[in-house]
């Protein structure tokens, strides 16, 4: 066995051990600073769904001249803005009308919701049950829950809506008592929460200026720390990684904003309330895979259904609809089959995040999994293909 100094003077070994040493540095030191990591993941992120924007800006140029990269993000920047205050002026107003509308339309569905309507409400689905050989004892809020009605069988299922409704009141008015006075407890916490939240907003802007006008020098220290004669393999690899989340991140952005626009026109045209709200939740929710389709279109039936049985149908379809167009025609082109991961993987990847890291990790679980996809293909490609130069093939064999 040769001593540890003999692999040392072969320069290949000594520079594959700076190398790694390097990036293990480069780990440790993110790992001791990860509770302050987020703006900057955030700001990654950012720059990554920016950078085609800015890098077409920066070739077309003007008048024949291009401009610095620092220009074009300006530029980009400013149109931001100008959006932003764009959706101030016409849709800000509009969904703060309905949030208020939707307040008084909370506060009069509970005050008319009176001991008599819920009573006749539970006879009603009592009997549409029984017309259907379901027999379950409904009670309301005037029922004796101690002798309960007789016809019926001895042992039929009884639902008290009555005590349910009694314990939604009381609960509801306990925490509104408790949040009250958190909220009142607390006023100087949310105004500092405020201020960081409008502080980290800007820093992160800042920190994805700082990237986009420098990425090159970005790629060339980790392409640095690449030996040369992996470099090829190295830039395949983001490659991959780039095929992978530009469908995941700038494809799935692109689809929630068509996403919330259909809907919006969807519940305008069928007269749904709310319009505005729940086309903003669905272009929101739109960002969680399969998960947040299902919690976004709970809304739309439900406001749906209180103005009609049609209505909510309607919504129900126009929604189905979308979901139809946007996984059969939408998906493949904007996403791309790259950026492909099975149901099931996004099911637990959606699951493992919100577990460790709440909306945050659901958030960002998505794009992770696509990076941890691509280098597991990448691995096994690699491995196949060393698995064939070495297996010896079978002797033919012979029809004699």
């Not at 790694?20 to 955030?42: G, M, N």
Request: net charge positive.
């Amino acid at each position: 066995m040769q001593p540890l100094s003999h692999y040392l003077q072969n320069q290949k070994t000594r520079r594959n051990l700076m190398l790694t040493s390097l990036w293990l540095a480069l780990l440790v030191c993110l790992w001791t600073v990860h509770e302050v990591l987020l703006p900057f993941i955030i700001a990654g992120f950012l720059g990554y769904i920016l950078n085609p924007l800015v890098t077409r800006a920066n070739e077309r140029g003007f008048r024949g001249r291009k401009p610095p990269r620092w220009v074009a993000i300006l530029i980009i920047y400013a149109g931001f803005f100008a959006i932003t205050y764009l959706a101030s002026i016409f849709f800000i107003p509009q969904i703060v009308s309905e949030m208020t509308k939707l307040t008084q339309a909370t506060t009069q569905l509970a005050d008319e919701l009176t001991d008599d309507k819920i009573d006749t409400f539970a006879k009603q689905i009592e009997t549409k049950l029984a017309n259907y050989n379901v027999h379950v004892r409904i009670l309301g809020t005037s029922s004796p829950t101690s002798n309960p009605r007789a016809d019926g069988p001895e042992n039929m299922f009884t639902l008290d809506i009555g005590q349910v409704w009694r314990q939604m009141l009381k609960d509801s008015a306990l925490l509104l008592k408790k949040e009250t006075r958190v909220i009142l407890g607390q006023a100087q916490a949310i105004i500092a929460g405020l201020m960081g939240f409008i502080f980290k907003f800007f820093l992160v802007l800042m920190i994805t200026a700082f990237l986009l006008s420098d990425i090159d020098r970005v790629k060339n220290f980790f392409f640095s720390m690449v030996p040369l004669e992996d470099q090829n393999e190295f830039n395949g690899l983001l490659g991959r990684f780039d095929r992978g989340l530009s469908g995941v991140v700038r494809g799935q952005l692109l689809i929630c904003l068509v996403n919330g626009i259909l809907t919006l026109i969807g519940l305008l045209i069928f007269n749904i309330k709310f319009a505005f709200v729940l086309a903003t939740l669905a272009a929101i929710f739109s960002l969680i895979p399969i998960f947040g389709t299902i919690i976004s279109t709970i809304p739309i039936v439900l406001v749906g259904l209180t103005q009609s049985f049609l209505t909510g149908l309607a919504g129900l379809l126009w929604i189905l609809g979308i979901h139809f167009l946007e996984g059969n025609f939408l998906n493949p082109k904007i996403m791309g089959d790259a950026s492909r991961i099975h149901p099931a993987l996004i099911v637990l990847a959606l699951m493992t995040g919100q577990h460790f890291y709440g909306m945050t990790g659901a958030l960002f679980a998505v794009p992770i999994a696509s990076i941890l996809v691509t280098i597991f293909t990448h691995v096994l490609n690699k491995a196949q293909v060393l698995d064939r130069n070495i297996t010896t093939p079978p002797p033919a064999r012979s029809d004699i």
